[in-house]
């Protein structure tokens, strides 16, 4: 059963948020992973939502994605990801 981890961010730095995205790319390979969607917020439907952008990222289980966010390559972008934007990270398992 695949696992997805869901991505909102505030852009605080958009020359920053390019260059984190692009390193952060690299980082889903060795655990599977891989984005399903990336996208600008078009239309808040319904409720509060303050975040401009959206991602959605597939991997083969919850133990991939720990071992994706826990990498030594992930976590050396965390600095560049935080004066990037203001992000929450949600993993969830496929129902």
Known sequence: MSAYVIVHAKIKDATKMKAYAQASEATLAPFGGQFVFRGDVAEVLAGAHDYQRAAVLRFP???????????????????????????????????
């Open 61 to 95: 289980d919850q133990a991939a994605v720990k071992g994706w966010y826990d990498s030594p390559a992930y976590q050396a972008l965390i600095v560049e990801r935080d004066q990037a934007a203001d992000f929450v990270f949600v993993a969830y398992d496929e129902l």
